[in-house]
């Protein structure tokens, strides 16, 4: 109930294209969903989130799209680039104004966006 | 820009020793996390405190772990005891209304 899965473990995309990271949960009291970037060896900085109210949620070039029905959330990275090399981690946790809210991380995305 | 700083950046340490772990969250934040992420895995929620006081933690949160807020700064993770699988890298986090903030951890290398 608590776990959140994602995929592919990894991705190889060419400078431009679209990378794409799914990930899907169980419990249906999360409502807020993350997604953050790491680098190696730096903590994890927050992409852009969104709640279940919305379908989608677009920053610049970061889109999440949201289907709460089948419990998926995805990641869209529009015209990738070298620099957004990084391992993704989606997440989900019950609502931000619980003051608990502990994020159940999925597993994370190693992207590399070759030049 | 606010960020939220640990310390040290790596601590070696031997088995069944002491170590605390530091952090200093964004100012204005109320809300204080601690995440580890043995290498190569996802990042695992520890504890949360708020109000000076624990409000939810893991199963990984055992008797050998505490937290601490010791000043208005500061916001502390000891191990009492430390054993080999606690090797990995220690985040802390801050949060004041949504999004949660991490640091950039600490690497904690248990031999």
């Known amino acids: 109930q608590q776990q959140v899965k994602q995929s592919p473990q990894s991705l190889i995309v060419q400078k431009g294209g679209i990378s794409i990271i799914n990930c899907a949960y169980e419990n249906t009291a999360f409502d807020y969903f993350p997604w953050y970037q790491q680098f190696p060896g730096k903590g994890p900085a927050l992409l852009i989130a969104?709640?279940?109210?919305?379908s989608e949620k677009k920053e610049g070039r970061f889109t999440i799209s949201f289907n709460k029905s089948a419990k998926q959330f995805s990641l869209h990275i529009m015209d990738s680039q070298p620099g957004d090399s990084a391992t993704y981690f989606c997440a989900a946790s019950r609502s931000p104004h619980n003051y608990g809210q502990n994020f159940v991380f999925g597993p994370g995305t190693r992207l590399s966006v070759l030049p | 820009e606010p960020e939220v700083t640990q310390t040290p950046s790596h601590q070696v340490t031997q088995m069944g020793q002491e170590v605390i772990l530091r952090c200093v969250p964004i100012?204005?934040?109320?809300?204080f996390y601690w995440y580890r992420q043995i290498l190569g895995q996802k990042v695992e929620f520890l504890v949360s405190f708020y109000n000076n006081e624990i409000s939810e933690k893991s199963e990984i949160f055992d008797d050998q772990f505490s937290v601490e807020r010791p000043d208005g700064s500061n916001f502390t993770l000891k191990i009492r005891s430390t054993k080999l699988e606690d090797s990995a890298m220690y985040f802390c986090?801050?949060?004041?209304?949504?999004?949660?903030?991490f640091g950039p951890g600490t690497r904690l290398t248990v031999t």
């Open positions: 986090a801050s949060k004041k209304e949504y999004e949660q903030y």
């Open positions: 969104i709640r279940p109210d919305v």
């Open positions: 100012s204005n934040h109320l809300y």
